[in-house]
Nanobody, 119 residues
């Protein structure tokens, strides 16, 4: 019912910047949260940044001060501005939308976009 369209990944040098976008379409009942996770080869998928329906922002410690998450509620879109990129930021980045219908929660994931930061 919900589809997530991601864009903005790519190859950058250390210290460079990228902006990821994630636009949700389809039937959203009541959004709990929307944000980004990432997964490097051999690692578990980890939280990068998330914003709740109330506007509360949460960032993983490694990206605090470098990444900024913003939201356009009317467009059901979130943006992740990534500055001062480091090689350890290299990963596939996945958009997440957490929806709610009554007492049930539903998570929707994007297909992922590759971010590669060269040394």
């Amino acid at each position: 019912q919900v589809q997530l369209m991601e864009s903005g990944g790519g190859l950058v040098q250390t210290g460079g910047s990228l902006r990821l976008s994630c636009a949700a379409s389809g039937r959203i009942f009541s959004m709990n949260a929307m944000g980004w996770y990432r997964q490097a080869p051999g690692n578990e998928r980890e939280l990068v940044a998330v914003i709740t329906s109330g506007g509360r922002l949460n960032y993983a410690d490694p990206v605090k001060g470098r990444f900024t998450l913003s939201r356009d509620n009317a467009k059901n879109t979130v943006y992740l501005q990534m500055n001062s990129l480091k090689p350890e930021d290299t990963a596939v980045y996945y958009c997440l939308l957490s929806d709610r219908l009554g007492s049930d929660s539903y998570d929707y994931w994007g297909q992922g976009t590759q971010v590669t930061v060269t040394s």
